[in-house]
Nanobody, 123 residues
């Protein structure tokens, strides 16, 4: 049974930094694409970042490039999102997602989602 549990969210001042984590269980991280999404109040869930090929390749949404860094620790089955230079518009619930590599490559969506962690950035 796959479980994704996010942690590390909280309240931070604009310009500050925060690192959120996702603990994955029931899967082998090296065979999954992992991603972070976020959803702000009244808005649709949007892609933030993804890490594939056991951490070799990452990609980011334009609005976080240069500010956010996604990483993984396959030995610990953990993925992280380091968020720097935070802005009030980064306020959202951040979700960790996982998809079997072969499934995602075939055009499938992420199959597993965590419950989310709230990140609030004050101005």
């Amino acid at each position: 049974q796959v479980q994704l549990v996010e942690s590390g969210g909280g309240l931070v001042q604009g310009g500050g930094s925060l690192r959120i984590s996702c603990a994955a269980s029931g899967l082998t991280l090296s065979t999954y694409d992992m991603a972070w999404y976020r959803q702000a109040p009244g808005k649709e869930r949007e892609f933030v970042a993804t890490i594939v090929w056991s951490g070799i390749r990452t990609s980011y949404a334009d609005f976080v490039k240069g500010r956010f860094t996604m990483s993984s620790d396959n030995a610990k089955n953990m993925v992280y999102l380091q968020m720097n230079s935070l802005k009030p518009e980064d306020t959202a619930v951040y979700y960790c997602a996982a998809g079997l590599r072969s499934h995602v490559l075939a055009g499938g969506k992420y199959q597993y989602w965590g419950q989310g962690t709230q990140v609030t950035v004050s101005s």
